[in-house]
């Protein structure tokens, strides 16, 4: 049962017939079996199938199944019309000048036809197998009747009762497609019989054949429209269908002259106005009759229909349609109070919040306070005041657009303690709440639902059942609904996610894993582009005149009303999809695989549909974001109006806004979400993909695809973390090329600062690669301009060769030394060899920071390695001085020590100690932080005893003693 006003039987007059047809348009028919067919029919003697009647399908190209652009008006009362050259015509093959057939007809053309045929003498063998084949009919002898009336056409192929009497066999067999067709073959003999053309349409639109119904009730349609007008009714229902609005609005316009107070020719009228989405003139179209019964006009002979609670009805649901819920809201309570004869109670509007004056409960009370006396009092209290349960579903669903929740459950409770099967209205206030995010209260109203047999099985109902078991933490429930679905559809992705999930929060992480990777297989092959259905048609039910697709032509757009209409659907979806992610967050923080690999399938139809729309992506990203536009073609405009507009510009007037191609959308959120939140999705979904799936080249990507958005790199911060997310991916491929071109941007953009001294560093920490790159030449010098940069400001004076000041230092007196910075450049120098260089600068660094223990380290590692170079002067002071700096750095160090500082100091002087070639002094240290290794057996990743043991065993094999050394790499090197 629909709930959908425009398509149930309510209000209907003249003609109320059931029209389930798909719209098409356009007829293909090949030329010679039409001839065939109609001028010579001839049968086979042998052949006693009845088949090679009918006109099969052709198997014609494809471009033949699509017809752009409308057929040509038929007349509807041409007397002088051809059955072949109409099937001709309705598929676009060339027919006679249509002035030969006016010359050789006139009007009593048909009557002279229809004499003659009837008059004409039957051959003797025709008219015996005619009377013995209406004996078998009557006997009900079907079979031996089908044969002789098959007899009789073979002879005889114009007979029209053999054929109309075929027909009526096919039917009663249940063989509907087979008696269409032997009936349109015989109002073909007697065009004239309009009755029987119009049973001929009746049947043909039951069969879908909507090209063909038309085409009959056209034939049907006569001079006299007062007969004719269910034909017009009819068929204009058809046209709408068809989408031919113009011709269906003609037809229509047609019958309501000839019943100007018939309702049910008003809502097809409205329907129309609603498919061609022009809301506001179906609305107007039923406030002009609701005006004209509540103020009629003497004067006005004009006649409308009544207005009762059906048509309020309609009434309400365009105006929902259009969400105009405080003018729905106004209507129905101005209809109700005329309806009810309570126009004098015009004190409820003082309480616009409240409709109580519905309510029996609170009724009584608000009437003992408001009504002004007592006579209106006892007058309020006699009269009627309840309303249509579908009027009251009505004013529920007005109150929740206007978030008056409480109002709105309050009506829908009255859905609950009615006790007519009101299933449709059940499901309908499920769905809007479920629409509104209360899943707890739709659950009650969809759960109703489900108890007729009609709405148990629908495959919506049960979707939204799904979702708010889902919502409500009830996931056994709503596991059960999401298996239905997927056993009636077991390809569809959504469903399978959504399972997945639910299996997820099971505890069933194997049946959620096995869900997830079809969904992935299935998304990698529509990528592929693998995957191609084609739908099979049988081509044993086919009419004579071919239903063909109708397009819309490629030229056509899409209303303001329905890219809207489409937008707003397309929000409730992503706004779903990230309420879904949002919950999967908990999980992910926690690594759970099945939650990241959930979240991501839910992510990456969303991306792609940021992707898809250009505004985001300017060819200048530097001009400022200003919003998504809708644009659309400017109104023509005559010669006046262009010389008015060229003069409002000249005055330095504004456009009017109706002459504007764009129209603003949004600037801070796209489709419910903020750019905050879609900034995170992509973000997001990149780092997941890096990690956890391994594809750093889609990750990059992605994050590419970010950088290319002009709403994020206006913002420095999305910008900066972009270029740290790049950067991040690059150390992780160890690629030195990217590594340098991201960490010279946060150079440049903060000079001077400590941090990113250290950052500069942390990208470079470990391996030869990031050694090698660490240390050329074009580092160090960026890092010594940057120094006399520093220095210049510190002295107060330039200095050659400096880097340009972009940091703001106004105001600020800067030390004399930046420790970070000379130690920096002194790593740099330190690691290219240059140690007497790089003892100066360290020296500096020392003076500003001598109880830093890294400072004294390398500044006594730099001594160290200068004493064992070739041209060194005075090797063993400089060995003294290095060793000095390096007891310094084991004071420091030790100082509120942990076990890693402490194992640190033992494996540095250990390693000093083996550099120097000093091994028995390396052996005791080693053996120290070998003896620290059961402290780190939960935190493997700080613990040096592997280097340890490995340097050991270097040292063990040296010296000869290969058995201690293979102890060592037995106990500490095998994994």
């Not at 729905?328 to 309806?339: C, D, F, V």
């Not at 450049?825 to 360290?842: D, K, Q």
Request: net charge negative; with cysteine; hydrophobic share 35%.
């Amino acid at each position: 049962m629909s709930s959908n006003i425009f398509e149930t039987g309510e209000g209907n007059g003249i003609v109320n017939r059931a029209n389930q047809v798909t719209p098409s348009d356009g007829y293909d028919e090949v030329d010679d079996r039409i001839d065939s067919l109609l001028n010579e029919i001839q049968i086979d003697e042998t052949d006693s199938s009845d088949q090679d009647l009918f006109v099969g399908s052709s198997e014609d190209s494809e471009e033949d199944d699509f017809v752009f652009g409308e057929e040509s008006e038929e007349d509807d009362f041409d007397e002088n019309y051809n059955f072949k050259e109409a099937l001709k015509s309705a598929g676009n093959f060339r027919v006679r000048n249509r002035r030969e057939k006016l010359n050789k007809a006139s009007k009593s053309y048909y009557k002279r036809k229809m004499m003659r045929a009837d008059n004409r003498e039957l051959d003797p063998e025709v008219r015996s197998n005619l009377s013995q084949a209406n004996e078998a009919f009557v006997r009900n002898d079907f079979q031996v009747a089908q044969q002789l009336y098959t007899e009789v056409i073979k002879k005889d192929p114009r007979n029209f009762s053999a054929y109309k009497t075929l027909g009526e066999i096919f039917k009663q067999q249940g063989r509907l497609n087979e008696c269409c067709n032997y009936w349109l073959l015989a109002a073909n003999i007697h065009p004239w019989d309009t009755e029987f053309w119009g049973n001929v349409a009746e049947l043909s639109a039951d069969l879908g054949y909507v090209d063909q119904a038309v085409y009959c009730y056209s034939r049907a349609i006569t001079q006299d429209l007062a007969k004719s007008a269910p034909y017009i009714l009819e068929r204009a229902i058809l046209y709408k269908e068809r989408r031919q609005f113009g011709k269906a609005l003609e037809g229509l316009q047609k019958v309501r002259q000839l019943y100007p107070g018939d309702s049910n020719i008003l809502k097809h009228l409205a329907g129309v106005y609603v498919d061609q989405k022009r809301l506001n003139d179906a609305i107007n179209l039923y406030m002009k009759v609701l005006d004209s019964n509540i103020h009629p006009d003497p004067d006005n002979d004009q006649i409308y229909p009544k207005f009762g609670w059906a048509e309020l009805n309609i009434l309400l649901e365009l105006h929902i349609q259009h969400h105009s819920w405080k003018t729905g809201l106004n209507i129905l309570k101005l209809t109700a109070r005329w309806i009810q004869n309570r126009q004098n109670e015009t004190w409820w509007n003082d309480i616009p919040e409240s409709d109580a004056e519905f309510d029996q409960k609170r009724r009584m009370d608000l009437v003992e306070k408001f009504a002004p006396n007592d006579s209106e009092k006892m007058d309020a209290l006699n009269k009627s005041f309840d309303l249509p349960i579908d009027i009251r579903f009505k004013l529920g669903h007005l109150r929740l657009g206007l978030g008056q929740r409480e109002e709105a459950i309050h009506h829908f409770d009255f859905l609950l303690e009615d006790e007519e099967d009101i299933a449709d209205l059940h499901f309908d206030a499920g769905k809007v709440l479920e629409e509104h995010g209360y899943h707890e209260e739709a659950l009650t109203f969809l759960t109703r639902a489900t108890l007729n047999d009609e709405f148990n099985e629908n495959p919506e109902l049960i979707n939204l059942l799904g979702k708010c078991f889902f919502e409500v933490g009830d996931y056994t429930q709503a596991k059960q609904a999401y298996e239905t679905l997927l056993h009636n559809e077991p390809n569809n992705l959504d469903f399978k996610l959504a399972l997945a999930e639910t299996l997820y929060h099971l505890g069933d992480d194997t049946g959620a894993e096995v869900l997830i990777q079809e969904v992935q297989e299935a998304n990698y092959k529509l990528k592929e582009g693998d995957e191609i259905t084609k739908e099979s048609t049988d081509q044993t039910d086919q009419s004579l005149i071919r239903t063909v697709r109708r397009l819309r032509p490629k030229s056509a757009k899409l209303t303001e009303e329905e890219k809207a209409e489409i937008e707003l659907e397309a929000a409730r979806k992503v706004l779903d999809k990230f309420g879904r992610m949002e919950r999967l967050e908990e999980s992910i923080n926690n690594g759970d695989k099945f939650a990241i690999a959930a979240w991501l399938q839910l992510a990456a139809p969303l991306i792609e549909m940021f992707r898809k729309i250009r505004a985001f992506f300017p060819k200048d990203k530097n001009k400022t974001f200003e919003g998504i536009y809708s644009y659309r073609r400017k109104k023509d405009m005559n010669i006046d109006q262009k010389l008015a507009r060229a003069f409002d510009l000249l005055e330095g007037m504004d456009q009017d806004e109706e002459d504007t191609r764009s129209n603003l959308i949004s600037k801070t959120e796209y489709r419910g979400l903020n750019y905050d939140q879609w900034f995170y999705i992509f973000i997001q979904h990149a780092i997941l993909i890096s990690k956890f799936e391994m594809n750093d080249d889609y990750a990059n990507e992605l994050v590419d695809v970010a950088g290319s958005v002009s709403v994020f790199v206006q913002d420095k911060k999305k910008e900066a973390f972009l270029r740290v997310l790049k950067l991040t991916f690059a150390i992780e491929k160890q690629d030195m090329t990217e590594i340098t071109h991201y960490v010279r941007y946060f150079l440049v953009g903060n000079q001077f600062s400590p941090f990113i001294c250290k950052f500069f560093l942390c990208c470079f920490a470990t391996g030869v690669h990031s050694w090698e790159t660490l240390t050329n030449y074009n580092h160090q010098k960026f890092w010594l301009r940057q120094l006399k940069a520093y220095d210049s400001l510190a002295l107060k004076k330039k200095i050659s060769g400096m880097a340009m000041v972009l940091a703001d230092v106004k105001g600020l007196t800067p030390p004399e030394n930046h420790p970070d910075l000379l130690y920096l450049y002194a790593n740099l120098l330190g690691g290219s060899r240059s140690y007497l260089s790089s003892v100066v600068y360290l020296n500096r660094a020392y003076r500003a920071c001598n109880k830093d223990p890294m400072v004294c380290l390398v500044l006594g590692l730099a001594h160290v390695h200068r004493s064992m170079q070739r041209l060194t002067i005075n090797r063993h002071l400089q060995l003294l001085q290095g060793i000095s700096y390096i007891l310094e750095y084991r004071d420091l160090r030790s100082n509120n020590a942990s076990k890693y500082e402490l194992q640190e100091i033992e494996y540095n002087f250990g390693r000093l100690f083996h550099m120097l070639g000093l091994t028995s002094l390396a052996v005791r240290h080693y053996d120290k932080v070998l003896e620290m290794k059961e402290e780190f057996i939960d935190d493997p990743d700080y613990d040096l005893s592997a280097e340890a043991a490995y340097n050991l065993a270097l040292i063990y094999n040296i010296n000869g003693n290969s058995q201690l050394a293979r102890q060592l790499t037995e106990e500490y090197l095998t994994i």
